[in-house]
């Protein structure tokens, strides 16, 4: 297709069906997190409020769990059908974490996801509370071991080779490697930040339409809190990660600033301009003086290694990962500002009626998946040409498949999950459009008390698209 | 250590194929039955008799996926770059399956029956996918220093295709005797005769199977009539015809649960073949699961876990089958 080899088509594929499958977990851990506080204060507090919040964003939650499902089940196959000697090499190694993964992550959402999300009638209120808190820890189990793999491929120790195979030879080694703190806070991190802005842009949209109800206001109103809280932190957890990441693959963060050579006693940063790999330079540049040496090594004088200090086969792609790195930097920035002025409209008692503000905090809603995308885009395009860093070559990881064979998979993986997943997204919408009030049927002031009439087995209402067309 | 840890591994994954074929078979059976069913609210009653539980019974399958790639590295990499056209149509099929769940219940009139299509052919897809994958397992691959050296549709055989349509029998008969289980009235009448005819279809394939696949795979014809193996296969006939045949008879005299466990066990048997036939071979011909086993270190660390882990997961799972025990009414689900 387009005279790609199978390796670029392989890697077409797997970027193109991770990136999509991302966005789902992001979604479920944020909103698994969030569901588990609703029923926790419905419980306490007894309001109703928090009530209509947990079977309205249970009704999303579903939805996008399913499609994060279906979306990993092809994660877990890719690894064999496409990088068959990635698994063959390391496989001793990522085997037996996705496998914990399995074990203590999926089972667990999966066994309790269906009592969450139907048994609100047939176990207590104290047992459903559990079930979802169950849902909630088993997203966040998954989310340490399979970056606990990816960790370890970024920043590989505790192993040795083999007979070309990696062995491991210390398993906390294994897991706690360099750059898995790191990498554990910054995305968990962004799955609740990227949740707290889709939470929070629904919030606004919803007042900006002018339904000033309680669950609207309490939803915008805790999903400003979070952002508010989280984004400074999560700017200071993306910069320890990137020290993190200076410290074991300099290449990569050269590559993400452009910077392609140490002149004078510091390094500029560079804002903005356009990396030339054939030319080794950054075009356009538009720099400010010492800052570079500031940022990376927090200090006036100190100097990163540049790009042309790696052989040219072992250089990442700067052209692409330098604009990347800076779109979710650069949202980031948006994110924190979007938190504080919530917080000085809150103070001034202001927070759900300036319209400026709910606007931008609408716009503002799929900053943080689309940040996501970008930092996760970042730090994999930049451990090229690497797939085990240091160890194993992009190119000697992939399966030896004809370049048809994958194009025609690639081109149906495109079909389907363009339709299925578009769709799917579109549904995710049209429950959000329907907002938090008057959710149907139910009748329940209290916990256990007038337990709810049955509801449809699925978790979601019939035919939400009337209630569009308002 | 004094465990034999491949061999350990080999029963640990042959159960989680088997806890999968078990329990995605009667999801996906259901998927493959609803045409049948054309009144809207009946297909909604068998789509939620699973819509709890379908999630943590396909799990198993990420299970075994995960399992082989933990202790297995090397028939992980060959048998899915082999099997690379069956396992990325499964994917797709299940992908289709799974969203339906949700997006059935969701997209407005005029697209439902779209979704009920896609729940149907999703499960056809899936399904014939796993029988095709299974026949070509038997059949064997090229493999060349322990790399898979043979072409995209080596898979594509007139005996895997014949598997493909055995499995879609056979999960069929899970899915209408799950169904008779799990419903009543009209639902139940309709999956009682279609699981009679299922039965039917099923030994005639399970005969035409052990018939095709010594003739055409003298190893395992070796291996089935050699003396101690064919002591240990030959009441598997006998037990075969006596299952169906008391599976025929509670169809007919109103059996609820019965049916459904009698299916089990004839799953079980025809399973235990299948393993006996190509044990201890992993890929067929000739990597055997010795050859294939990963570092010890691999196997023991993830052995730990399997062992104290399955058990809770055994339990959590059967507390939520028995939330949602007893049949699906006609009012449930609705307000």
New interface residues.
Partial sequence: MFGLSSLELSRMQFAFTVSVHIIFPAITIGLASFLAVLEALWLWKKQRVYYDLYQFWMHVF??NF??G???G??M??E????W??F??V???????L???????A??????????M???RD??GPGLHFFATVMVAVGTLISTTWILASNSWMQTPQGFSI?NG?A???N?LEVIFNPSFPFRLAHMTVAAYLSTALFVGASGAWHLLKGHSTDAVRTMLSMAMWMIVIVAPIQIFLGDAHGLNTLKYQPAKIAAIEGHWENKGDSSPLVLVGFPDMEAEVTRAAVEVPRLGSILLTHSLHGQIPPLKSFPKSDRPNSSIVFWTFRLMAGLGFLMALLGLWAAVLRARKRLYTSRLFLRFATLMGPSGLVALLAGWMTTEIGRQPWVVYGLLRTENAV????AA?VSA?LA??VA?YVF?FG??VS?MLK?VAKGPYGV??ADMSEPGQARR??????????????AITK | MGIDLPLVWMVIIGFGLMMYVIMDGFDLGIGMLLPLIRNREDRDRMVNTVAPVWDGNETWLVLGGAGLLAAFPTAYSILLSALYFPLILMLIGLILRGVAFEFRFKADDAHKPFWDRAFTWGSFIATLSQGIALGSIINGFTVSNLVFAGGAFDFLSPFSMFTGLCLLVAYALLGATWLVMKTDGFVQGQMRRAAQLLVVALLVAIAIVSVWTPLAHPGIARRWFSFPNIAFFSPVPILVLFTSWALVRSLRRDGQAKPFVLTLFLLFLGYTGLLISIWPNIVPPSVSFRDAAGPAQSMGFTLVGALLIIPFILTYSAWSYFVFRGKIGNDEGYH
């Fill in positions: 579903a939805v399913g499609m499902v279906v979306s089940l092809v877990a196959y690894f064999g059908t496409n068959s000697q698994s063959s390391a496989g001793g190694i990522t085997g037996p996705l496998a914990y993964e399995v074990l203590t999926f089972f667990l959402e999966a066994g309790f996801l269906g009592v999300l139907f048994g047939k176990v083999v195979r062995i491991p030879v398993w399966s030896n498949h004809s064979a998979t149906i993986f389907v299925v769709t799917g549904y429950l149907r049927g009439p049955a509801r449809p087995l699925s978790a979601t209402p019939d035919n939400i698209d009337p």
